[in-house]
């Protein structure tokens, strides 16, 4: 069989299982968020939280209470890892620097798992578990809590309420990640993912060079942070490292648990409102954003260009050779796609061209499929902004589902999708204004793509990087820290901004003016706003990088 055939089973056998698991995980997550009985666990939590699990709560109650249990865990994560040294279990491992301490913490309490130090050799055992793999879990609990208080704004009338906080990160983190998290572990296992916990052993044999294992299981951290689309890794090669990722099947296992919430989301939203094929629309416009991208991602890998890759027959520098170029192209582009940074390539050694589709992902605001509930919100968001383009078109005042979506809704939609470009630009500008830029490994265009990619995975909480750019300095750790923090909660507050004020109006009945939000024409607007928005933002910086070096 070709590579390109492989490719192509590849990812039709993952879209295959994706689509039954989109109808019956969706059922699971959406009878988990909107049932009403609370487990003995559940009520034990809500007991020494002081939490009244029958009390609701308005955005802005919803969303204090989602930035103050953010701000203690970045405290407590930062304090860890400066302490770390004097904590048990460590190996000799000495206190983590004041200014990677901020970088990391920031990093997994944003979902963004960024890593600018080497987990194997940095981070005692300690840390591992009872910091970042904690973080792992409740920062993408808080993902999907955010999603579910967006959808009850479309799906509920004349309220202030949206939910409780601390009843919808409790019940996401137990009900479904942690189950679906031993399950992926105990796989991964299977496929030879090592379960350890265990340090200073030494792995030549199976490197080629010699690494430590320190930091606690690597399995159930594999699974935890795949399936909360995380980027941080037990190694540092990620999941181009044999004991984090060993097979061909591994690899299409691990794509299977990053895609599996994110694909689910809609079904929750159709569910929610009382309409499926809302849900099914929302998922055709992620699945064609998907497939185009890792079309194209593979068209230039596979016939990048340059001598060498024509000679060879594709662009095998820093690929994998168990997984080829088209696997490893899927996976790239995958990982981009949604919130996550893992990675089984490097990403800085694709083609020009190549190298700009991981980029444009995260640019697209990861909404194809996203992130955990990441992507469903920010996709929700895009389809605000569409309704109101087409409502302009046709002179009328622009509904979605019922909601009619004024000079308010809009501002808040407005904000939320000028916050990311805001910062990315803002950071590139300031690194190449600087002496900071002289971290990059290569001049020219690649050179300047490598600060690009820094602040784009930041800001859009992604975690990957082009590895050419050496980004652990007091600049670069706190510069890419405020992007990855107000990159997350900044937009989170006007999801919920806007979720409030859709609740508290009462739905309008449906017209002949009223625009079908469920039918291919709806779908291909919200496509091409998608691709149209990004590219009148980031066009000129694209230009500038990846472009100007493919051109």
């Known amino acids: 069989?070709?590579?390109?055939?492989?490719?192509?089973?590849?990812?039709?056998?993952?879209?295959?299982?994706?689509?039954?698991?989109?109808?019956?995980?969706?059922?699971?997550?959406?009878?988990?968020?909107?049932?009403?009985?609370?487990?003995?666990?559940?009520?034990?939590?809500?007991k020494v939280l002081r939490v009244n699990p029958e009390g609701e709560q308005s955005w802005k109650a919803y969303a204090g209470s989602l930035l103050a249990f953010s701000a203690i865990s970045l405290l407590f994560l930062y304090g860890l890892l400066r302490l770390q040294s004097v904590l048990w279990p460590n190996p000799d491992f000495p206190g983590v620097t004041n200014h990677v301490a901020w970088n990391t913490a920031v990093s997994f309490v944003t979902n963004t798992n960024?890593?600018?130090?080497?987990?194997?050799?940095?981070?005692?055992?300690?840390?591992?578990?009872?910091?970042?793999?904690?973080?792992?879990?409740?920062?993408?609990?808080?993902?999907?809590?955010?999603?579910?208080?967006?959808?009850?704004?479309?799906?509920?009338?004349r309220t202030n309420e949206l939910g409780n906080f601390w009843v919808d990160l409790t019940r996401i983190t137990l009900r479904i990640l942690l189950?679906?998290?031993?399950?992926?572990?105990?796989?991964?296992?299977?496929?030879?993912?090592?379960?350890?916990?265990?340090?200073?052993?030494?792995?030549?044999?199976?490197?080629?060079?010699?690494?430590?294992?320190t930091g606690g299981p690597v399995a159930s951290q594999e699974a935890i942070k795949e399936l909360g689309t995380n980027g941080g890794g037990f190694m540092n090669a990620n999941s181009s490292h044999p004991f984090e990722n060993p097979t061909s099947w591994t690899n299409w296992f691990e794509l299977f648990l990053i895609l599996l919430i994110p694909?689910?989301?809609?079904?929750?939203?159709?569910?929610?409102?009382?309409?499926?094929?809302?849900?099914?629309?929302?998922?055709?416009?992620?699945?064609?954003?998907?497939?185009?991208?890792?079309?194209?991602?593979?068209?230039?890998?596979?016939?990048?260009?340059?001598?060498?890759?024509?000679?060879?027959?594709?662009?095998?520098?820093?690929?994998?050779?168990?997984?080829?170029?088209?696997?490893?192209?899927?996976?790239?582009?995958?990982?981009?796609l949604t919130s996550t940074g893992a990675v089984n390539s490097f990403h800085d050694s694709y083609t020009a061209l190549g190298g700009m589709m991981p980029m444009f992902n995260m640019m697209l605001?990861?909404?194809?499929?996203?992130?955990?509930?990441?992507?469903?919100?920010?996709?929700?968001?895009?389809?605000?902004?569409?309704?109101?383009?087409?409502?302009?078109?046709?002179?009328?005042?622009?509904?979605?589902?019922?909601?009619?979506?004024?000079?308010?809704?809009?501002?808040?939609?407005?904000?939320?999708?000028?916050?990311?470009?805001?910062l990315v630009l803002t950071g590139v500008a300031a690194a190449m204004a600087t002496s900071n830029h002289t971290t990059m490994l290569n001049v020219g265009p690649h050179g300047f793509s490598e600060v690009l990619y820094a602040f784009t995975s930041a800001a859009n909480n992604?975690?990957?990087?082009?590895?050419?750019?050496?980004?652990?300095?007091?600049?670069?750790?706190?510069?890419?820290?405020?992007?990855?923090?107000?990159?997350?909660?900044?937009?989170?507050?006007?999801?919920?901004?806007?979720?409030?004020s859709l609740a508290s109006q009462q739905p309008v009945p449906e017209s002949k003016g009223t625009l079908p939000t469920h039918r291919p024409l709806f779908v291909s607007m919200l496509v091409g706003v998608t691709v149209i928005v990004v590219a009148l933002t980031f066009l000129p910086a694209l230009a500038l990088g990846p472009l100007a070096e493919g051109l």
């Open 1 to 46: 069989m070709s590579m390109t055939a492989a490719g192509v089973v590849f990812v039709v056998s993952l879209v295959a299982v994706l689509a039954v698991a989109y109808r019956y995980f969706g059922d699971y997550m959406y009878r988990v968020v909107v049932g009403r009985r609370h487990s003995v666990a559940e009520r034990g939590i809500y």
């Open 114 to 157: 960024w890593q600018a130090y080497s987990g194997e050799s940095t981070m005692t055992h300690l840390s591992q578990m009872a910091g970042l793999a904690v973080q792992n879990f409740v920062s993408a609990s808080v993902g999907i809590a955010v999603a579910v208080a967006f959808v009850r704004g479309f799906a509920r009338r």
């Open 179 to 213: 189950p679906v998290a031993v399950v992926g572990a105990i796989v991964l296992i299977v496929g030879g993912v090592v379960q350890n916990f265990s340090g200073g052993h030494d792995v030549t044999t199976l490197t080629g060079g010699t690494q430590s294992l």
């Open 263 to 336: 694909v689910a989301m809609p079904r929750v939203f159709g569910r929610m409102v009382g309409q499926n094929r809302q849900g099914y629309a929302i998922l055709a416009v992620m699945g064609i954003l998907a497939i185009a991208s890792i079309a194209l991602t593979n068209v230039f890998e596979i016939g990048g260009a340059g001598t060498v890759p024509h000679a060879v027959g594709a662009a095998l520098e820093g690929k994998d050779m168990r997984f080829g170029v088209s696997n490893s192209a899927t996976f790239g582009a995958i990982t981009t």
């Open 365 to 422: 605001g990861e909404v194809a499929p996203g992130g955990v509930g990441a992507g469903l919100y920010g996709m929700l968001v895009l389809a605000v902004i569409t309704v109101f383009i087409a409502g302009l078109m046709v002179g009328r005042t622009p509904e979605y589902l019922g909601k009619k979506i004024g000079a308010r809704e809009v501002k808040f939609a407005s904000l939320y999708i000028l916050i990311t470009p805001l």
């Open 462 to 500: 992604n975690g990957s990087a082009f590895a050419g750019i050496t980004v652990n300095t007091g600049w670069w750790d706190s510069a890419l820290g405020f992007a990855m923090l107000f990159g997350r909660f900044l937009p989170i507050i006007m999801v919920l901004g806007l979720a409030g």
